[in-house]
Antibody, heavy 120, light 109 residues
């Protein structure tokens, strides 16, 4: 069974940093592209960014709203993806989801999300 | 950044058919935008229904289908069930960047 479990959310002050984790199991993590998506309360989904797999040289790309502040990384030895968030703003307050995508293997699954609140 | 536009809300009768659409501010939607469709019910994480415009996952109910029509991506629900009441989001590729639509709240009533 494919599982993705996010952790690391919490309350942080504006300008602060937070690192989210996405622990995975049930699929070949090292072959898969990992995405982060967020959703502010009562709002729609917003794509944050993604990291591809080692054979693709781990390229990352980000939404304009987080580019330069957020960094996605991965540890294939522990099957975990990360989202490092720096210079946080109040508008970054949201539930953050990780998602795995591999269209060749028809793999697509979401975690349950972790809440990040940026407030003084 | 491109803007992806969806109907804010739609209503369908039980057993009826409804089509949700997604347009792009950059012009006609094509297969090169690799359209995705996601379903999200209240208090739950999203789940992926359609990818590459028309392809279904094993868990996608047969009553859902995706297409490209009239310069837009479309999600058609044929034979709506009460459990289909949810928010639906599309997503497009713009080179490597992805952009979600604002979502459609579908009511089955």
């Amino acid at each position: 069974e494919v599982q993705l479990v996010e952790s690391g959310g919490g309350l942080v002050q504006p300008g602060g940093s937070l690192k989210l984790s996405c622990a995975t199991s049930g699929f070949t993590f090292s072959d898969s592209t990992m995405h982060w998506v967020r959703q502010a309360s009562g709002k729609g989904l917003e794509w944050v960014g993604r990291i591809r797999s080692k054979p693709n040289s781990y390229p990352t790309i980000y939404a304009a709203s987080v580019n330069g502040r957020f960094t996605i990384s991965r540890d294939d030895s522990t099957n975990t993806a990360y989202l490092q968030m720096n210079s946080l703003k109040t508008e970054d307050t949201a539930i953050y989801y990780c998602r795995v995508e591999d269209t060749i293997k028809k793999l697509d699954s979401w975690g349950q999300g972790t809440l990040v609140t940026v407030s003084s | 950044q491109a803007v992806v536009t969806q109907e804010p809300s739609l209503t369908v009768s039980p057993g009826g058919t409804v089509t949700l659409t997604c347009g792009s501010s950059t012009g006609a939607v094509t297969s090169g935008h690799y359209p995705y469709w996601f379903q999200q019910k209240p208090g739950q994480a999203p789940r992926t229904l359609i990818y590459d415009a028309t392809k279904k996952h094993s868990w996608t109910p047969a009553r859902f289908s995706g297409s490209l029509f009239g310069g837009k991506a479309a999600l058609t629900l044929s034979g709506a069930q009460p459990e289909d009441e949810a928010d639906y989001y599309c997503l497009f590729f713009y080179s490597a960047v992805r952009v979600f639509g604002g979502g459609t709240k579908l009511t089955v009533l």
